[in-house]
């Protein structure tokens, strides 16, 4: 699936670029590379490592063991782990489920809810919390909170210790790294340690190249 790239959905990529390059590539999501890039790139810990990237939607990967958990490929939504709401008035996503965290602190999303409070895009958003301005304050706590749930569930399944945040939201909305920090301290998992991306927007193509090389290096 390509939920934001619709001229890729449905596409068969992988036989296509066999045909075009002669060997059959591996196909990953942008949220698994940008994942391993993160966890090389972090010094490769031992305990369970996560990465969130808060971009025009939501993607998430995990490595445990040293070993990065694929994602199915038959799978059509996103990966359950990332509900953050199981409630029946959930708000649905548009991958399908109700109650992930993409409605909450995705890009769009929160553009969306910006432009209902009267802003034009994230970097209005920005001032307006900076000012104090008491719908940006709970528009950014609301998803500093579900952002801290989603951590907190990958805590309680996979044991994670780390998390990296990264995307393109991280980026333009940056004070929401303290609140996400702040709501993690208080949540069930206060010991699992946040740290902002340090690879930017190239962090797919830097964990794409070093897991191509780990793939094919001599065993």
């Known amino acids: 699936r390509s939920v934001n790239l619709p001229w890729l959905e449905g ?23 940008a994942t391993w890039g993160e966890y090389i790139d972090f010094g490769s810990p031992a305990m369970p490592f996560a990465h969130l990237r808060l971009g025009t939607g939501v993607g998430c990967g995990i490595v445990v063991d040293g070993k990065l958990i694929p994602t199915d490929p038959s799978r059509r939504t996103h990966w359950p782990v990332l509900i953050v709401d199981d409630s029946a008035a959930a708000s649905l996503c548009p991958c399908g489920l109700r109650g992930c965290l993409e409605v909450f602190a995705g ?23 900076e000012s104090n301005y008491d719908g940006a304050v709970k528009l950014m706590d609301h998803a500093a909170v579900a952002v801290s749930r989603a951590i907190a569930i990958l805590a309680e399944k996979f044991a994670v210790a780390t998390v990296v945040l990264g995307g393109g939201v991280m980026t333009a909305v940056p004070q929401l790294l303290a609140r996400i920090m702040e709501a993690v301290a208080k949540s069930s998992h206060p010991a699992v340690r946040i740290h902002p991306s340090r690879l930017g927007d190239d962090v797919g193509m830097i964990g794409a190249a070093r897991l191509a090389c780990r793939l094919n290096s001599p065993a």
């Open 11 to 33: 596409q068969p990529i992988v036989d296509q670029l066999e045909t075009e390059i002669g060997h059959r590539p591996v196909l990953m999501t942008d949220a698994e590379a």
């Open 107 to 129: 890009g769009d999303s929160l553009a969306r809810k910006a432009r209902d409070l009267g802003f034009c895009d994230l970097a209005s958003l920005t001032r307006g919390y």
